[in-house]
T-cell receptor, first 114, second 113 residues
Framework: EAGVVQSPRYKIIEKKQPVAFWCNPISGHNTLYWYRQNLGQGPELLIRYENEEAVDDSQLPKDRFSAERLKGVDSTLKIQPAELGDSAVYLC????????????FGPGTRLTVL | AQTVTQSQPEMSVQEAETVTLSCTYDTSESNYYLFWYKQPPSRQMILVIRQEAYKQQNATENRFSVNFQKAAKSFSLKISDSQLGDTAMYFCAFLSGYSTLTFGKGTMLLVSP
């Protein structure tokens, strides 16, 4: 069964500081997603990877957000500098490549920007 | 673009009773999947049930079943014999082809003793 580890689980920073999140898939699923979930909302996609390649990053605010997935396994998402509006839960999910595949979510990182 | 609407921000039900959560969607796609995800207070999103648009038969998973009305673009979730552990946010989600999941805003379900 697929599993996703995310770290840290919680992060509190002051605005204008940088922050990084890590996603470590336990299984070898090829597709990896980063979502942002604002309070009281459903998750919204930030970026999708197929192996090492970012195939959909249209919703990623590229002026301050960056992501990478080296070797097509683990991934990091970075914000620099963070703004108050970035406070949210950042979710990582994985799925097998192909059509209509189930996504398996990690527990998320709750970011609070003060 | 697809949209998913969940019109019930909160629902309450007593243990052992049945509750139905509503979801409507809008799409021009002909083949797609619909999902219900559960997100307990610990925030791990878990798949509850999935439905392929081409299948007329409604999906069921133990106490969870759906009422899929393709023409009406409606996809409701019925939870029978509700349990305290069913307390969670429930998200309806849409997936077409190689695109990504589009989620609704969620319904908070509270199951009380």
């Amino acid at each position: 069964e697929a599993g996703v580890v995310q770290s840290p689980r919680y992060k509190i920073i002051e605005k204008k500081q940088p922050v990084a999140f890590w996603c470590n898939p336990i299984s070898g699923h090829n597709t990896l997603y980063w979502y942002r979930q604002n309070l009281g909302q459903g998750p919204e996609l930030l970026i999708r990877y197929e192996n090492e390649e970012a195939v959909d990053d249209s919703q990623l605010p590229k002026d301050r957000f960056s992501a990478e997935r080296l070797k097509g396994v683990d991934s990091t998402l970075k914000i620099q500098p963070a703004e108050l509006g970035d406070s949210a839960v950042y979710l990582c999910a994985i799925s097998p490549s192909g059509l209509f595949n189930e996504q398996f979510f990690g527990p998320g990182t709750r970011l609070t920007v003060l | 673009a697809q949209t998913v609407t969940q019109s019930q921000p909160e629902m309450s039900v007593q243990e052992a009773e049945t509750v139905t959560l509503s979801c409507t969607y809008d799409t021009s796609e002909s083949n797609y999947y619909l999902f219900w995800y559960k997100q307990p207070p610990s925030r791990q999103m878990i798949l509850v049930i999935r439905q392929e648009a081409y299948k007329q038969q409604n999906a069921t998973e133990n106490r969870f079943s759906v009422n899929f009305q393709k023409a009406a673009k409606s996809f409701s979730l019925k939870i029978s014999d509700s349990q305290l552990g069913d307390t969670a946010m429930y998200f309806c989600a849409f997936l077409s082809g190689y695109s990504t999941l589009t989620f609704g805003k969620g319904t908070m379900l509270l199951v009380s003793p």
